[in-house]
């Protein structure tokens, strides 16, 4: 998408992108770790919330030091998909609805935690954050900002009605994703149509930069054509050779693996 009203920071090892609403701003800091990941920070007022947690602790420590270094006072923290990090604003308020906590602590965000410490070793900070505050589906104000819980089975979408932005897991308008098989596939479409029908300006992922409606309607193509060369696809070596063919300066060929295992599972 193109950057308005936006300046980027640089840090030393990632960079934050600074979007400037009027009342609200928003901090975007892309951490450049192993995992692409992006943690978001809306501020208003001084205030702010954190919307999900770095979890390497060399980014930990640096996006401490930038908030420190910008005087923001961090009212929350938003912990969706990404569980791991717990020594990050350790003694701050940390909000979860109950199927996020429990993705994380026991369901399949723990086993993602359990891979990448194997994956990473020492430098990945695998304790989990402790929900001090759980989330219900719907409207909520933290920090003087209004936000809108969007509830499903592993975390939650988050909605920022004053600058019509969402935050999901996964975007990546030129980025493979994981995507669990067809009916998961279809949940993501679903999802993505809905947010062409409310028209947001922004959609904010944790492993992308933030995108717009044109990036959602790519993202909807790939999904549909992920679900046709699955139809056609024998094996996963087939089917991985085959996306990779017609996404050939795609990134992410690591979440494409894992899409290849959950499609194939045993071939």
Do not use: W
């Not at 770790?33 to 809306?42: C, K, P, R, S, T």
């Not at 208003?44 to 919307?51: P, R, Y």
């Not at 569980?83 to 369901?107: E, Q, R």
């Amino acid at each position: 998408m193109k950057k308005t009203n936006c300046k980027t920071i640089k840090l030393k090892k990632g960079e934050v992108g600074l979007y400037d609403f009027g009342d609200i701003r928003l901090h975007a800091y892309k951490t450049n770790d192993f995992l692409a990941d992006e943690v978001f920070v809306v501020e208003k007022n001084g205030k702010a919330v954190v919307i999900e947690s770095p979890c390497f602790y060399d980014n930990i420590t640096e996006f401490e030091d930038y908030l420190k270094a910008t005087n923001l006072k961090v009212e929350g923290v938003l912990i969706s998909f990404h569980a791991s990090g717990a020594s990050f604003l350790k003694d701050c308020k940390k909000y979860a609805t109950k199927h996020a906590d429990d993705y994380g602590h026991n369901g399949g965000g723990k086993a993602l935690i359990d891979n990448f410490t194997r994956a990473f070793g020492p430098v990945f900070d695998s304790s989990i954050h402790k929900t001090t505050n759980f989330l219900k589906n719907g409207k909520t104000k933290i920090a003087g900002i209004e936000f809108e819980i969007i509830d499903n089975e592993e975390g939650f979408d988050i909605v920022i009605p004053k600058i019509k932005a969402v935050y999901t897991h996964m975007l990546g308008h030129d980025c493979h994703s994981i995507v669990a098989g067809q009916a998961h596939a279809d949940a993501i479409i679903s999802t993505l149509n809905d947010f062409l029908a409310k028209g947001y300006d922004l959609v904010l992922t944790s492993h992308y930069t933030p995108e717009d409606l044109k990036d959602v309607k790519t993202k909807i193509s790939y999904l549909q054509n992920l679900k046709t060369l699955a139809l056609k696809c024998k094996t996963g070596k087939e089917f991985k050779e085959a996306v990779s063919k017609a996404y050939l300066n795609y990134s992410g060929e690591n979440y494409l693996d894992m899409t290849t295992s959950y499609f194939y599972p045993t071939k």
